[in-house]
């Protein structure tokens, strides 16, 4: 069974930065396009960034130029170098399989972003 484990979240005040990290297990890891999530309270998760197996990367309008998202397929991990932090990045952050039929969702870990 897959698992995926966030790890890297915490609190910083605006203009901080953040390095996240997903490490996945149970699944071969390097054939999928894998993406960043997040979700704040009160609202719908949605999509930050994704990665292909071949490094195309294409990230949300909102996070465009502050966020890069890499992955390293020998350790099974893919990472999301946040900077230049907002209060409206407060949320909590998943990573997980970019398709309509998702993995199990990790607990995800928490990211907010204070003025």
């Known amino acids: 069974q897959v698992q995926l484990v966030e790890s890297g979240g915490g609190s910083v005040q605006a203009g901080g930065s953040l390095r996240l990290s997903c490490a996945a297990s149970?699944?071969?890891?390097?054939?999928?396009?894998m993406g960043w999530y997040r979700q704040a309270p009160g609202k719908q998760r949605e999509v930050v960034a994704t990665?292909?197996?071949?490094?195309?990367?294409n990230y949300a309008d909102s996070v465009k130029g502050r966020f890069t998202i890499s992955r390293n397929n020998a350790k099974n991990a893919v990472y999301l170098q946040m900077n230049s932090l907002k209060p409206e990045d407060t949320a909590v952050y998943y990573c997980?399989?970019?398709?309509?039929?998702?993995?199990?969702w990790g607990q995800g870990t928490q990211v907010t972003v204070s003025s």
């Open positions: 997980n399989v970019a398709r309509a039929l998702p993995w199990p």
């Open positions: 990665i292909t197996t071949n490094w195309s990367t």
């Open positions: 149970g699944t071969i890891f390097s054939i999928n396009t």
